[in-house]
């Protein structure tokens, strides 16, 4: 499968993925090879992983798997587990796993010694074609969403599709979800395509929605402008994801199923303000509930989520600014929502 191409890294795949990372360690002399993975990785990547490199790794650090341990005390254990085992600034840490291995892993290799060498290897669909590509990197504060980050570039990305085997059809679905995302921000024939497969794991799609993805990233590595399309669903999506997290009577909710009810209430907020068709909005609607059951919310659990909106880091000046659609694939970024259209939206996805 043809490699995709950002500014100073590739994105691989199969093969040719396989072929890249082991010249990779026979050309270049790291010090130390270190490998990150939690705890699932570990049980149900690594003797894949084993099968696809044949260079040594010096040591396996492990961390706990999910949202809530996607930390600065996370980073500090993995950063001190670094120096405790004699990594220096020609150490490479390679990160095996989903979207909280990657990000976090991705801000401790840019911060230990002011920055060693990373390489992703995403396990999980969301992180193939969402959280390993672009440089985002980072970590959660308390509940509120990678307040915490930087932006810096891995060596190389690799995608080996045959990890997915090792996922639950949920976890599937919540990295379908940012899929779906790609073709309402940039290709309408891409978002048909979606809607009407049943196959959402193919591995052309995958570098479809990485293509999409990429090509945003290098037209605005720093989001200073057409990256923030990229966030469409994630304002209110965030903060939706965060509430639940943060309730314990609640059952929490993957990444990708917080987005989906978030691309559903900002795509109300863009048939209200940004042109969207009432047709469009329902296709919306009805594309991302034949994958997720609905979440009932009380007017208590609205108001919070409204509240924890003022914490997006995208906001600017004490506005909260949203990406909405003029049309399926075309979007509309820094539109200012009037706070009495929240509820409206919340109405209509309960509808």
């Not at 395509?193 to 945003?216: G, P, Q, Y």
């Not at 987005?259 to 329902?282: P, R, T, V, W």
Request: charged share 25%.
């Amino acid at each position: 499968m043809e490699t995709v191409s950002a500014s100073t890294y590739d994105v691989h795949f199969t093969e040719v993925a396989k072929a890249t990372i082991r010249q990779h360690a026979r050309n270049t002399t790291y010090s130390k090879v270190f490998l990150l993975v939690d705890t699932n990785t570990r049980k149900l990547c690594l003797d894949k992983f084993e099968a696809i490199v044949d260079f040594k790794i010096d040591a396996i650090i492990e961390i706990k798997p999910g949202e809530e341990h996607k930390t600065i005390a996370t980073c500090l254990e993995v950063w001190q587990q670094l120096s405790d085992l004699g990594a220096d600034r020609k150490s490479l840490l390679i990160n095996l796993g989903g979207g909280v291995v990657t990000d976090l892993g991705g801000f401790v290799a840019s911060t230990f010694k002011r920055g060693i060498d990373f390489i992703n290897i995403p396990t999980t669909l969301l992180a193939m074609v969402d959280a390993s590509i672009g440089g985002k990197t980072g970590v959660d504060l308390g509940v509120l969403k990678n307040q915490v980050g930087v932006i810096n570039q891995p060596v190389m990305v690799l995608i080996f599709p045959e990890f997915l085997a090792t996922l639950e059809e949920r976890q599937l679905k919540s990295g379908f979800s940012e899929m779906l995302k790609h073709g309402l921000i940039s290709d309408s024939t891409y978002w048909e395509e979606l809607i009407n497969t049943k196959d959402f794991s193919s591995t052309d799609f995958i570098r479809k929605s990485v293509a999409i993805k990429n090509s945003v990233v290098l037209q605005d590595p720093t989001e200073k402008g057409i990256r923030k399309k990229l966030n469409y669903g994630h304002t209110i999506g965030h903060a939706i994801e965060s509430y639940f997290l943060d309730s314990p009577h609640l059952k929490t909710l993957l990444h990708g199923e917080a987005i989906a009810i978030g691309m559903i209430l900002e795509g109300y907020f863009s048939h209200e303000l940004s042109g969207l068709s009432k047709l469009d909005l329902n296709e919306i609607k009805k594309a991302f509930l034949s994958h997720f059951k609905k979440v009932d919310f009380t007017d208590q659990d609205i108001e919070i989520i409204i509240d924890l909106l003022k914490h997006d880091k995208k906001n600017t000046h004490g506005n909260v600014n949203f990406v909405l659609l003029q049309e399926i694939g075309i979007p509309v970024l820094d539109v200012k929502v009037p706070l009495e259209l929240f509820k409206k939206a919340f109405a209509y996805y309960k509808e």
